[in-house]
């Protein structure tokens, strides 16, 4: 099957996109609003844009009839975000966190989740995550307006959070912990299992 992507619908396109492009690393975000309310909201449309400069991208992509979630909004308007990185244990709050909250409602509050403060920006951290970045605004792309059309979020990495059981000297040890990648539909993977292939030499 060959499919032009001008002749399918949305929904299809969606799906042949977050099927076969994976897994897909979750950045799970908080922010603030400017009246101080604590966003999280998870995104598996994200990677690492630039090493030197640091920088983040994560893709904010609304469904069908549905406006972009909180942390756009709060990201225009503080210019700050910390992205956290999802190990397995954490995976059902983090499944809990998509769900459909008002934007005067904080994930954080409603799920009961420990934060403490972070070191260079006002969003709080999530206190049982092992990696997360703090970050600010660099740049916004606007791909399409449109449902379904994508927004990149290019985020400046200012500081870098890694706790110190997954830690080989001042590296992270992939073989210390197990992160969650986001599969098509409801389905995840982790890293628990992995394959070692070295680089050829030349």
Known sequence: MFSITESIETPHIYQLLTNGVVPRPIAWVSTISKTGIANLAPYSFFSVASVNPPVLTVTTVPARNKLAKDTL???????????HIVTSELAESMNASSGNFSSDTSEIDALMLK?????????????????RYECTLRELIEVEPDPGGGMLIMLNVLGVYVDDSILDGNKIDPAKTTILGKLGGNDYSDTAVKTVLLRPDG
């Open 73 to 83: 909004q709060n990201i225009l308007d503080t210019q700050e975000a910390v992205v």
């Open 115 to 131: 934060t403490v403060a972070s070191e260079l920006v006002t969003p709080p951290s999530i206190a049982a995550t092992k990696i």
